[in-house]
T-cell receptor, first 111, second 113 residues
């Protein structure tokens, strides 16, 4: 019950913006959108989260549509080190926050 | 990275033997989690803890037990290892209150022969 749909794979040129889409049409009012990534063989790494407003931090920007049914993670200037599997997850912020990881998007940054 | 260490990092064991994996954290985080990752399945939650001696099951808890006697340590035990438990195991932690992100450890690769 991952509740999210992401493309299986994407490619992006180094230095360009990488835009990763995620559909979450059944998101509930109290659920946040989280993004994590996993670089080969390492543990997942938190990137960003949001509820309904767009968010930006040092790693990425998160754009959530007004109806909250989809979102886009933006890596503004992708580097080779951004090659990873990116996971979009929707969960309530309260409580134990049991994350449910789907298959994610395998993003490849090409030189 | 919340000072998370996992031990051992690699282990090979035989079917039917007990195995215990350890997760240690230095950030005094309230919540701790055990996930497993297998090809084609992504990460799946095994058990989690919301405080010392407070634990609950995740989506794939059969064949696993956990214990948390101290804030900093969360142990995952396979009472009688099976080949289907060959996997990479990740521990994660999260602080209490308004914290959102989970921090993951480096993983333990377990092979059951």
């Amino acid at each position: 019950d991952a509740k999210t749909t992401q493309p299986t794979s994407m490619d992006c040129a180094e230095g360009r913006a990488a835009n990763l889409p995620c559909n979450h049409s059944t998101i509930s009012g109290n659920e946040y959108v989280y993004w994590y990534r996993q670089i080969h063989s390492q543990g997942p790494q938190y990137i960003i989260h949001g509820l309904k407003n767009n968010e930006t931090n040092e790693m990425a920007s998160l754009i959530i549509t007004e109806d909250r049914k989809s979102s886009t993670l933006i890596l503004p200037h992708a580097t080779l080190r951004d090659t990873a599997v990116y996971y979009c997850i929707v969960r309530p912020s309260q409580g134990a926050q049991k994350l449910v990881f789907g298959q994610g998007t395998r993003l490849t940054i090409n030189p | 990275d919340a000072g998370i260490t996992q031990s051992p990092r690699h282990k090979v064991t035989e079917t039917g033997t007990p195995v215990t994996l350890r997760c240690h954290q230095t950030e005094n985080h309230r919540y701790m989690y055990w996930y497993r990752q297998d090809p084609g399945h992504g990460l799946r939650l095994i058990h989690y803890s919301y405080g010392v001696k407070d634990t609950d099951k995740g989506e794939v808890s059969d064949g696993y037990s956990v214990s948390r006697s101290k804030t900093e340590d969360f142990l995952l035990t396979l009472e009688s290892a099976t080949s289907s438990q060959t996997s990479v195991y990740f521990c994660a932690t999260r602080g209490a209150g308004g914290t959102y992100e989970q921090y993951f450890g480096p993983g333990t690769r377990l092979t059951v022969t």
